[in-house]
Every structure is written in C-alpha cells, then in structure tokens.
C-alpha cells in the first residue's frame, strides 16, 4: 500500500501538466499546491478545476 501512494504521488503531477494545459491553466501555483499536497490537493484540484471547451468535433458526433 506504502508503494502504491509512492507512485500515485509521483505520477498525479506529471498527468495534471496536461490537464492543465488543456484547460488553460497557466498559473504554476496552482499545479505546485497540487504536486505538494499528496491526497487534498488531487482532490481540491479535481472538484475545483473548469470545465473543458467542447471542440466542434464533439459537439456533432453522436452521444453513445
């Protein structure tokens, strides 16, 4: 289990970059408060984050 979090701990912040970026996020704060703290600050950032823009290849296929 102790290695298990290890990894999340390292992995979560190389995977929230990205997401950052996607949603435009560009205030290196937030991604450090995020990294910094292990288990609040995934789940601060994944309640708090913005909705992604939908692209228009989204918006005209069809919902499974």
């Not at 190389?14 to 949603?23: K, S, V, W």
């Not at 909705?51 to 918006?59: D, G, N």
């Amino acid at each position: 289990m102790s290695l298990d979090f290890c990894l999340l701990c390292l992995l979560f912040p190389a995977l929230i970059g990205d997401d950052m970026e996607r949603r435009g996020l560009q205030d290196k704060r937030i991604f450090w408060a995020v990294a910094l703290v292990p288990l609040l600050g995934a789940i601060a950032y994944l309640v708090l984050r913005p909705l992604l823009e939908s692209t228009p290849e989204q918006e005209l296929s069809p919902q499974s």
